[in-house]
């Protein structure tokens, strides 16, 4: 390596220059067998078992699309707010890697299956869309080993089984202009191919990778700079990590009057940095051609409209029904709306309390975390509707939440064991008031004399002699109308 790439550029030359980035992000689907023959796609099986002779590519094994990995394509097309084609089709990427049995992978090329879609993001409050060029479906291909084995110094091993796994790649505009903004667009295709059910994006699993393509401009510059492609980002953390040691790096190579060259980098999780791999390949070198072993994907009107008909409401669709409907704040309603489950929750305690703005903020208070096994939403929906109806004050109800959680009673249960029902009933509430009164003459005569804030020390008073029982609008209305 040459000590021009360690040279990273200081944070004042970089403010100088604009990044630009393009995302290129491949997801598994999450169908249960590969997407042209019948072996399982599941994760940790021993290696080489899930295997056949069409993923191993032999002699005269035909592959067979998988009509649900089509269809989970469709949905994530649809849900990232693509146009679906009504014609795709399947061609040959030729090139040769041990973990590429076929010698090419079966993916589409200029007849992709979704195009013109797109991604809104927010960084720091600014909205923003993110263009998508188009999704395309593919095959994946096995796993070289290179290390992890007594021979590892000497030997590579090959595990055939994600060989044939079911992806899409998903292929941005060069859209984005820093790595937060990177990170935000790979944090909204997570949450919406996880609404769909389209795929689990479990990074840990390798169900979500993304390549990134970097380049920098000069600020207030017209034409993109000429880009690297950085590789193997399996976290959005090195996604971030390796978009910001790539833009002090391609700043430096600039300021110190070399070019960059259009190249393939790597990145190393282990020191933060990418390394030139290859030269760029082009289009021309995988020499695609129309795959001649199956036949071009038609999806009818028909198809599209039970595939569109099955799925759930989309996040953006959910939000803006959040803020109509229930009147949330559009942040509320975006925190509610990150996952389904999360969104799934809040509904049932909306509904049950019939409070959907105090339900917001006890899911929120929650942290978001949520757990129907631990607390389940009926529950809490009860626990907030009380809270509405005057049968509990606020500050009770943070008592007897963690009592639910504990026990995994209703709060009804709690509340009556505990005797902390709220007390509103003017008879029950006279006594106390009475009480009080009684046991402070001095504040009584300096209300009566025209001091009406002591009225404040005096509902304090009653508070705490109902041990926050009392209903705290009852007890100021009461007094009132005694020291009138
Ligand atoms: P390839 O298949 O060679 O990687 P693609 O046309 O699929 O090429 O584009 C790859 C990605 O590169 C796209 O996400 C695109 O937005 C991005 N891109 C194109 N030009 C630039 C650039 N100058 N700087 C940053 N990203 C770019
Ligand atoms: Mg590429
Ligand atoms: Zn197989």
């Known amino acids: 390596m040459s000590t021009l790439e360690m040279e990273l ?10 990044p630009v980035i393009g995302l290129e992000v491949h997801v598994q689907l999450g169908t249960r067998t590969k997407i042209f023959c019948g072996c399982p796609t599941s994760f940790g099986a021993p290696p080489n078992t899930n295997v056949c002779p069409v993923c191993l590519g032999l002699p005269g094994a035909l592959p067979v699309l998988n009509r649900e990995a089509v269809e989970l394509a469709i949905k994530a097309g649809i849900a990232l707010n693509c146009a679906i084609r009504p014609l795709s ?82 292929v941005s505009e ?23 059910e389209a795929s689990t994006c479990d990074m840990e ?10 380049s920098v401009r000069l600020k207030g510059a017209e034409k ?38 259009q190249e393939t980098r790597l990145f190393d999780s282990n020191t933060g940095e990418t390394h030139g791999m290859r030269s760029k390949e082009d289009a021309h070198d995988y020499r695609y051609f129309p795959e001649p072993d199956l036949v071009p994907l038609h999806i009818s009107e028909k198809w599209l409209n039970e595939v569109r008909s099955a799925m759930p409401e989309l996040p953006a669709a959910k939000r803006f029904r959040f803020v109509e409907v229930y009147g949330l704040r559009e942040y509320d309603a975006e925190v509610l709306t990150s996952t389904r489950a999360l969104a799934e929750y809040y509904e049932i305690v909306a509904e049950v309390s019939q409070d959907p703005k105090t339900a917001a903020n006890w899911v929120i208070g929650q942290g978001g975390e949520v757990a129907e096994s631990a607390l389940p939403a009926r529950h809490l929906g009860e626990l907030v509707g009380m809270i509405a109806k005057g049968e509990l004050t606020g500050k009770l109800a943070k008592e007897v939440l963690p009592k639910m959680i504990e026990t995994g009673e209703p709060p009804s249960v709690i509340v009556e064991r505990e005797g902390l029902k709220q007390i509103s009933d003017t008879g029950a509430l006279a006594k106390i008031v009475d009480d009080v009164l009684a046991a402070n003459p001095k504040q009584v005569e300096q209300y009566r004399g025209g001091k009406t804030t002591v009225i404040g020390f005096l509902v304090g008073q009653v508070m705490k002699a109902s041990r926050g029982q009392a209903n705290p609008a009852a007890v100021n209305e009461l007094l009132k109308s005694r020291l009138a």
Do not use: W
Request: hydrophobic share 35%; proline share 4%.
């Open 205 to 214: 699993k390798g169900h979500l990778r993304c390549d990134a393509n970097v």
């Open 89 to 170: 089709r399947f061609a040959r990427k030729n090139y040769f890697y041990p973990d590429l049995p076929k010698g090419y992978q079966i993916s589409m090329y200029d007849e992709p299956l979704a195009e013109h879609g797109y991604v809104d993001i927010s960084v720091d409050g600014a909205r923003k869309r993110i263009g998508i060029t188009r999704i395309h479906m593919e095959d994946d291909a096995g796993k070289s080993q290179h290390e992890g084995f007594r021979d590892s110094d000497r030997f590579t091993y090959v595990d055939l089984n994600r060989c044939g796994a079911p992806l899409i790649e998903i």
């Open 9 to 18: 550029a200081p944070p004042e030359l970089i403010a100088k220059y604009e």
């Open 174 to 196: 060069p859209d984005m202009r820093s790595a937060d903004e990177a990170f935000e667009y790979v944090t909204g295709i997570k949450q919406t191919l996880q609404f769909v």
């Open 224 to 261: 993109f700079g000429t880009r690297a492609e950085v590789k193997n980002l399996n976290s959005f953390r090195f996604l971030k990590q390796a978009i910001e040691y790539e833009v002090a790096r391609q700043v430096a190579v600039i300021e110190s009057g070399g070019t960059i060259h």
